[in-house]
Each structure stands twice: as C-alpha cells, then as structure tokens.
C-alpha cells in the first residue's frame, strides 16, 4: 500500500531554515493537489501551505513570507522551504496528498505522512 514519505524535520535555531520533502513510497499516477499541515502539543492540526498540480497555491498567514511550497509534478515530490523559523513553528508537520491515484483507473484517495518534527529553538 502506498505511503507518503516526509524528510528534512529537525531542530533549528530561531531565523534558521529547513526545507520538508514529502514523495510517496511507491510509484503513483497522480495526485491532485499536495498539502503541508502541523500539529503543534494541545493543538489542532492546522493548515500550513497547500499546491495543486495546477500551481495554484495557499498559504496560512503564519506562513505567508516565510515558507515556500513548491512540488515536482513529474517526481510526484513536495516540498515545503521554512526561513525565518520562530519557536512557534515548532510542531510535527505532516504532508497530505490528496485525490491520489496509483493507476489511471483506479479509485482515488487521501493520504496523510507520518509526521516530521520541528523544533524550533529560542
């Protein structure tokens, strides 16, 4: 069964930079639209940026002027590049893939990662 792989979580300094990469374990036909959200402890998950596979984009207004979502169409890759990193960006970030067929026939369907953590320090 396909998953989505995420990579590039780790601890950074305040102002520091880290860019998140999420592909899916597995060669898939395609995915319409890519998301990057985060759970910080005793939150809700929220929304952090989201792409289609058109290059339309969204970001929260946490997000906006400091990250970059950007996806590999061909590569069925995201990614997501944090500058400015504040300690509350801290939380686990998870990537979604949604309406993601694994053939040109089959059903689609949603996908959550597995989470990457992001701590960022004072």
């Known amino acids: 069964q396909v998953q989505l792989v995420e990579s590039g979580g780790g601890l950074v300094q305040t102002g520091g930079s880290l860019r998140l990469s999420c592909a899916p374990s597995e060669r898939v036909f395609s995915i319409d639209s890519w998301g990057w959200y985060r759970q910080a402890p005793e939150k809700e998950r929220e929304m952090v940026a989201t792409?289609?596979?058109?290059?339309?984009?969204n970001y929260a207004e946490s997000a906006k002027g400091r990250f970059t979502i950007t996806a590999d169409i061909a590569e069925k890759t995201v990614f997501l590049q944090m500058n400015d990193l504040k300690p509350e960006d801290t939380a686990v970030y998870y990537c979604?893939?949604?309406?993601?067929?694994?053939?040109?026939?089959?059903?689609?369907?949603?996908?959550w990662g597995q989470g990457t953590q992001v701590t960022v320090s004072s």
């Open positions: 792409i289609t596979d058109a290059g339309n984009y």
């Open positions: 979604f893939a949604e309406m993601l067929k694994t053939t040109l026939m089959g059903e689609p369907s949603d996908l």
